[in-house]
């Protein structure tokens, strides 16, 4: 989980009435650094109207929606009624902030929020690194290709066929 500035040193009770008839936009791209950049890239899934009061308890109070488009889900912003970012949630299976019952979203099909968790000392997940990826940091190079070596277009007017 990570709060916008404005709800960093807030605690979970004032969390909590802040997410009071807030938006909660499910995304499937990634997450920009900090709540307080835009996002993006638009992986848009769902979007719910949290009820107000949000919470009964620990449980989250939310109608079933509609997916807007196709995709697993991986983070989520929530956002007050006038707009103003409350923080971005961590989405989908493990240990995440917020649980949907479907593990993907199909456009037009019924996306239920099963849960979600406050937890201010809880950092969102960070994608794992591919194997390519870690050859690069290692090697500290910027390629993986024999393109540094060969140049196979250099000659392409003598390889024409005619």
């Known amino acids: 989980m990570q709060l916008a500035a404005a709800y960093a040193e807030k ?3 004032e969390i909590k009435a802040a997410l009071a008839g807030a938006t909660l936009r499910v995304y499937s791209c ?3 650094k900090t709540p307080d ?3 993006i890239r638009n992986g848009f899934l769902a979007e719910f109207t949290l ?3 949000a919470f009964n308890g620990d449980e989250i109070l939310a109608e079933p929606v509609p997916a807007k488009n196709v995709g697993t889900p991986l983070f989520s912003r929530a956002t007050t009624p006038d707009g103003a970012v409350i923080g971005d949630f961590s ?3 493990g240990d995440s902030d917020i649980k949907l019952k479907e593990v993907s979203c199909s456009k037009d099909a019924i996306v239920t929020l099963t849960q979600l968790q406050i937890r201010p000392g809880v950092d969102n997940g960070k994608q794992p690194l591919s194997p390519r990826d870690k050859m690069v940091e290692q090697f500290n190079i910027s390629q993986l290709s ?3 070596t060969y140049h ?3 000659d392409f007017e003598a390889r024409k066929t005619k």
């Open 51 to 53: 009820s107000s009061p």
């Open 30 to 32: 990634p997450q920009p």
């Open 91 to 93: 989405a989908g299976p």
């Open 11 to 13: 605690s979970v009770d």
């Open 146 to 148: 024999h393109e540094n």
């Open 152 to 154: 196979w277009n250099h």
């Open 37 to 39: 950049h835009p996002i």
